[in-house]
């Protein structure tokens, strides 16, 4: 793997992240959305969260697996780094937007959970594909 994929995969994973969490929202707009001080965008993502969400982080994490052979752990905290960063930037714009901050960094843990379950699932498909290849 060449050095440039191996810096590139920390600028794709947190643009996977966040396009996993907004696109349903682009695709399948609310009918009543909400606003916020930042970001309405992330903001009706996050309350109009549903399986599409799901499944394009674990997605996400399949992609950064087969491209990336960092811990699953660190791919999945690089996925979804920039929800905590966006939320934070929101409370210091507005103190009373985030009021349950720490469940939703708790919500963030999971949704990076997914993304390094999908890093696993991408390393067995690969290695049931290619046996005694194993990773280094």
């Given amino acids: 793997m060449s050095i440039w994929m191996r810096k590139a995969v920390w600028l794709i994973a947190p ?13 399948w707009p609310p009918a009543n959305p909400y606003s916020a001080p930042l970001s309405p965008l992330l903001r009706n993502a996050q309350e109009y969260l549903g ?15 087969r491209f990336s052979n960092r811990y699953p752990w660190l791919l999945g905290f690089a996925a979804v780094s920039v ?3 966006v939320a934070i930037a929101e409370v210091r714009v507005d103190p009373t937007s985030h009021t349950l901050l ?8 999971g949704y990076g959970a997914l993304v390094a379950a999908g890093v696993i699932a991408s390393r067995r498909m690969s290695e049931q594909r290619h046996p005694g290849a194993g990773s280094a």
């Fill in 102 to 109: 720490p469940l939703e960094l708790i919500f963030y843990a």
């Fill in 83 to 85: 929800l905590p960063i």
């Fill in 15 to 27: 643009v996977l992240g966040f396009g996993a969490m907004v696109v349903p929202v682009l695709v």
């Fill in 51 to 65: 399986p599409g969400q799901l499944i394009l982080f674990f997605i996400a994490g399949v992609a950064l697996g």
